[in-house]
């Protein structure tokens, strides 16, 4: 069983940056990914940004250029720093973890991010 809890999530004005954080603790075995997805209200849940173990990574359109997803080996923990950050932004931001080696997958608590003046 794996265990992810995200951090960082808040309130920032249009324009502004935050940076998200998730730590994985349990039994985590190698090949895998890393992600964020997030769920605005009334929408569905929609993938931000995931990183494989190796570094590669790929971006929804909406975010690519402000959005950098990032992850330390060594911690187990995976990084999203969001910048120029607007209002459609605005979600739940939950981390996850795809162990390929298993077949499961695991889901953070979630963390939210509000973009307002």
């Known amino acids: 069983q794996v265990q992810l809890v995200e951090s960082g999530g808040g309130l920032v004005q249009p324009g502004g940056s935050l940076r998200l954080s998730c730590a994985a603790s349990?039994?985590?075995?190698?090949?895998?990914?890393m992600g964020w997805y997030r769920q605005a209200p009334g929408k569905q849940r929609e993938l931000v940004a995931v990183?494989?173990?190796?570094?590669?990574?790929k971006y929804a359109d909406s975010v690519k250029g402000r959005f950098t997803i990032s992850r330390d080996n060594r911690e187990n923990t995976c990084y999203l720093q969001m910048n120029s950050l607007k209002p459609e932004d605005t979600a739940v931001y939950y981390c996850?973890?795809?162990?390929?080696?298993?077949?499961?997958?695991?889901w953070g608590q979630g963390t939210q991010v509000t973009v307002s003046s």
């Open positions: 996850y973890r795809a162990d390929y080696s298993s077949g499961r997958g695991y």
């Open positions: 349990g039994s985590m075995l190698s090949d895998n990914a």
């Open positions: 990183i494989a173990e190796g570094g590669s990574t």
